[in-house]
């Protein structure tokens, strides 16, 4: 018989309590940053950031390094009554990491949700979706038959992007080198 799950109540722990699990294996680059900072600067905290008992954090790494660069001195956690390195808290770091990869995305009506994003609030609320303009446009290219989008210059066009233009095809010469005789 399975264990009954925990429920937990967030906490405000100080971030310079929280240590990062020195076995976590993702690292959150620079753009992935930033857009959790935009996220919770527009919506605050949503995500559960999960820690030890010593307050090693399982889950939220991205979150509470993205607090840290916002100056952020408190942030809600939950507190599993683990060890940081029991085969539970391991269970809970990796599926934290890996369980989101299992998911199936149905990236046309992705691309649906985002240019509402982008009709009603503008393509600067893109921050914090994880998408930037370049990338959906790039999203739309791949969702969309040729015969509804041929090209970058169309998918962005129907995503309403503010700057887009046309751009002119070039012609880019090669030049081989000349066998010298």
């Excluded at 683990?82 to 599926?95: C, H, M, R, S, Y």
């Excluded at 303009?133 to 066009?157: G, N």
Aim: hydrophobic share 40%.
């Amino acid at each position: 018989m399975a264990e009954k799950a925990q429920t937990f109540v967030a906490q405000m722990v100080k971030v310079e309590d929280l240590k990062p699990h020195p076995r976590n294996y993702q690292q959150h680059p620079e753009y992935q940053l930033r857009h959790i900072q935009k996220s919770i600067e527009s919506h605050g905290f949503y995500r559960n950031v999960v820690v030890a008992k010593d307050l090693t954090i399982l889950a939220g790494h991205g979150v509470i390094e993205a607090a840290t660069r916002m100056g952020l001195d408190e942030v809600p956690v939950h507190i599993v009554d683990v060890e940081p390195n029991d085969a539970k808290a391991l269970q809970i770091l990796t599926g934290d990491n890996e369980i989101n990869n299992l998911a199936v995305v149905n990236d046309r009506m992705l691309t649906e949700l985002l240019k509402e994003i982008i009709d009603t609030a503008g393509t600067e609320e893109l921050a914090g979706t994880g998408f930037d303009e370049a990338q959906l446009t790039s999203l739309v290219m791949i969702t969309r038959p040729a015969a509804e989008i041929k090209d970058k210059d169309e998918a962005a066009e129907w995503l309403g992007m503010p700057n887009w233009e046309p751009k002119p095809e070039t012609l880019k010469v090669i030049e081989i080198g000349r066998a010298h005789v």
